[in-house]
């Protein structure tokens, strides 16, 4: 990726140089195989050219930083919603999903840049920090462990993650799910009770603890991914439903 940016990244200026790459994205047709269930990192989104959202993000996030301009992944209010999942051995989850995108910081602002590379006005922003970031991608890298049937990696990766960030029930939940996987609810009834701590108002939590409680109700349990809910990239219109006119496509950074 280093590579490509010595030779794509042109102009005097780092929004310059970094418009000037987005335009030879577009330009090489360079867009994600869109995965929904394969979080990858920065480097494998690019090498690879395939991943969710939060890869992507994480692609045009570690560019821009490496030409001098700050970044940052945002977890957008738009297109949240939840799908059902089932696992390798048919075990079916309902994931809480929600979408993340770039965002990239000029003298001028805030602008989002969206899978399509198309760019918008930052408005109403949530900003994650690089160690919220970090948690929520191993998150996903557990849940998709999950769906798998790799339990014994799952429980790596969403410990890992709340190494990173003890006090996020969203991770308390996920652990609480592998546990429920596993047969253990004495310890899945504790991780719920746990983010339920946390977070009052968590209704994954208060969901599956109700699960837990009542033997009787055979519904899914809930985790939360951090993806995109629809099986291809999200377009401008899809990303911005309902916008205001603030936050239509603008074209370069810092027009």
């Not at 929004?15 to 990192?41: A, C, E, G, P, W």
């Not at 395939?50 to 977890?75: D, F, T, Y």
């Not at 738009?78 to 999942?85: D, E, K, L």
């Not at 991914?225 to 370069?252: K, V, Y």
């Amino acid at each position: 990726m280093r590579r490509y940016l010595q030779s794509a990244a042109k102009g005097y200026t780092s929004t310059q140089r970094m418009n000037s790459v987005i335009d030879d994205l577009k330009k090489r047709n360079f867009y994600l195989q869109y995965d929904l269930n394969h979080t990858t990192s920065a480097s494998e989104a690019f090498s690879l050219q395939k991943g969710n959202c939060i890869s992507h993000a994480a692609m045009i996030v570690a560019m821009a930083r490496h030409l001098g301009l700050e970044a940052h992944l945002n977890q957008s209010s738009r297109n949240a919603g939840t799908q059902v999942a089932e696992s390798e051995s048919g075990v079916r989850f309902r994931q809480r999903i929600s979408h993340i995108n770039a965002v990239v910081m000029v003298s001028e602002g805030a602008f989002i840049v969206e899978q399509d590379y198309r760019i918008y006005r930052g408005k109403d922003l949530n900003l994650l920090s690089d160690r919220k970031a970090k948690s929520l991608y191993l998150n996903n890298l557990a849940i998709e462990a999950m769906l798998r049937g790799e339990l014994e990696q799952a429980f790596v990766h969403i410990r890992h993650a709340i190494e990173r960030d003890y006090d996020d029930s969203t991770l308390w939940v996920s652990l609480g799910t592998l546990y429920r996987r596993i047969g253990d609810t004495t310890l899945a009834q504790q991780s719920f009770t746990h983010a339920l701590n946390l977070n009052p108002g968590d209704a994954m939590a208060l969901h599956n603890l109700a699960l837990l409680q009542d033997s009787s109700r055979f519904e899914e349990a809930y985790v939360d991914n951090f993806i995109a809910p629809t099986d291809r990239p999200l377009m401008s219109g899809e990303a911005l439903e309902g916008a205001q006119e603030s936050e239509q496509e603008i074209g370069p950074l810092a027009r």
